[in-house]
């Protein structure tokens, strides 16, 4: 095992090592945050010859994303064949002591810091109690700031200062550019102990996202290759290409996104799997993994109908469908293909197949992938899954439940239509994140059911919820009962009965509608709903 190495270097080696692109600041790191007044302590402590924590540096000829400026100073390449120093603890010290020494100007919260001004008060002992070194210039005229007290040569200090300002000078000086840092540096150790040796020391326990882990390690300079701008892209390209803002899609995590890569290189998606993958194979692969993307959400839109991913039971369902797309080659799914990709994704969304231990979970659904791409029914022995109808009944509504939104996706599959204008339903992203939003319309409305003796459980069954327009539910529904405000929308609506069963209501008088029958109106619904469950769950081939 390889041991960290236990090391001092002084300010000159710290510096010319910046300079010459040794070290570096991986792009997991924080941006450079540190203003005036935490830079004029630290240069003061260093002055004192406080100890001011340690460095510590990952060694490697690994490339990774890295910050390209301090300030507004780029920085340099790492020289051809040479390891690079990357920091892993240190960074906001040691950019303000780079950003002092070159009288660097920087913008943080849109504010302009000029590092130059940072001023050392001559007429201050270096031990002294007091604060010697200052944010701005004080008054009088022993003062002189730090960048000209590293910088300025002695031709300029003749004729500014008398000798025994000078004197002062060259005892600042050496107090500052002697200071031997404390340093750890970490011999080649692979990328995911790195991170875990930055998070241990740097986040107080808080995990690096692995998205930022792997935008660091993905990073390619030649092959011009930032999988934190393709991932901006695959959401929003700006109308330059497809993206999945534009398809209604734009929620899909980025642990999601890393999993379908994953999956097509590996058939793996745990965390370590993806931590392994092989950068250049990441890189060639992305545009095929982006295009199997696509035309997993196109089957979630067009085939199934699910017209935006809120509406997704899990986001990871897009992980087998990906890789299902990639392997078939674009081509479209056959009769039997869909009739197994439609059945596996009714059972793994009514079954909460992804409420825990999803990694391994969609490993083992990547193999039913490949069953279904030989047009083979999946084996499903031991994870059966039956519905009934009182699973149904007992379920209570909630945006963010995987059982409720897979119902939610088959009432969203009829393309649900207007009750007052037989026009379609409009359903995004913005309206559904919530369970109060005003697209979900509990038909028998809850303060009505309340009034009526009925308890809030029984009022918010997922079977008492439909999809409406959002102004519909706000201004002409409210707490009406059923009977009146549908009265209303058949005066509106000479289609009406048509309309309700986009809502798979199918019978106003059998669904007891106009009488105000909230029992019977379960029943039915539910029945309707089972039905159209079933013949997904069990398709005949």
């Known amino acids: ?49 406080f100890p001011i924590g340690t460095f510590i540096f990952w060694r490697t000829k690994e490339q990774m994303r890295h910050f390209r400026n301090i300030g507004d100073a780029n920085l340099p390449s790492t020289p051809r064949g040479n390891a690079a120093l990357y920091v892993l603890d240190g960074q906001q010290r040691l950019t303000s002591l780079y950003a002092a020494r070159k009288g660097l100007i920087a913008t943080k919260e849109g504010k302009r810091i000029d590092f130059k001004e940072l001023t050392i008060d001559l007429s201050l002992a270096p ?121 209604g899609y734009e929620t899909i995590p980025t642990s999601t996104v890393l999993q379908c890569v994953s999956a097509q290189l590996c058939k793996q998606v745990r965390r370590k799997d993806i931590l392994k993958l092989n950068k250049n194979k990441f890189i060639k692969e992305w545009p095929i993994v982006k295009d199997g993307i696509f035309h997993a959400v196109d089957y979630f839109r067009n085939h199934l109908r699910i017209p935006v991913s809120r509406l997704l039971p899990y986001p990871a369902l897009l992980v087998p469908f990906t890789y299902f797309f990639i392997r078939n080659e674009g081509e479209c799914p056959t009769r039997i293909q869909n009739k197994l990709l439609v059945q596996y994704f009714w059972w793994a969304s009514l079954s909460n197949r992804f409420t825990s231990g999803a990694e391994g979970k969609m490993a083992a659904d990547i193999k039913r992938m490949d069953r279904i791409l030989k047009e083979t029914e999946p084996n499903y022995k031991g994870d059966e899954y039956e519905i009934t109808i009182d699973d149904l009944q007992g379920c209570s509504f909630s945006a963010g439940e995987a059982f409720c939104k897979a119902i939610i996706c088959l009432f969203a599959y009829f393309q649900p239509k207007s009750f007052d204008s037989d026009s379609l339903v409009t359903l995004g992203n913005s309206w559904l994140k919530q369970a109060n939003s005003k697209n979900y319309h509990h038909f028998f409305p809850k303060s009505y059911l309340k009034k009526m003796g009925w308890e809030n459980q029984e009022a918010n069954c997922i079977l008492n919820i439909t999809l409406v327009n959002a102004d519909l539910n706000k201004r002409k529904i409210r707490a009406k009962s059923p009977s009146k405000y549908m009265k209303q929308f058949k005066r509106s609506n000479n289609n009406l009965n048509e309309t309700m069963k986009s809502h798979l209501i199918n019978d106003l008088d059998a669904f007891g509608v106009w009488t105000d029958d909230y029992k019977t109106f379960i029943e039915k619904r539910g029945k309707q709903v089972l039905k159209e469950i079933t013949k997904r769950l069990k398709p005949v081939i």
């Not at 792009?27 to 302590?41: C, H, I, L, M, S």
């Not at 995990?207 to 935008?215: A, G, N, T, Y």
């Open 1 to 49: 095992m390889l041991q960290p190495e236990n090391t001092s270097k002084n300010y000159e080696t710290i510096f010319v090592e910046i300079d010459t692109g040794i070290i570096k600041i991986p792009k997991f790191q924080r941006d450079f945050v540190w203003g005036k007044e935490q830079t004029a302590k630290l240069i003061d402590s260093i002055i004192k010859g």
């Open 127 to 247: 031990d002294d109690d007091e604060t010697v070194v200052f944010t701005e210039k004080q008054d009088g005229e022993s003062f002189i700031t730090v960048y000209e007290l590293i910088n300025a040569g002695m031709s300029y200090l003749v004729e500014n200062y008398t000798k025994e300002d000078i004197h002062k000078i060259e005892t600042y000086r050496n107090r500052l550019t002697q200071y031997n840092f404390s340093c750890i540096v970490i011999p080649e150790h692979p990328l995911d102990i790195a991170c875990e040796i930055f998070t241990r020391i740097n986040t107080g326990g808080t995990e690096l996202s692995l998205f930022e882990i792997m935008v660091a390690k993905t990073y390619d300079e030649k092959k011009k290759f930032d999988f934190a701008n393709e991932y901006d892209k695959l959401l929003d390209s700006n109308g330059s290409e497809k993206d999945l803002e534009d398809a």
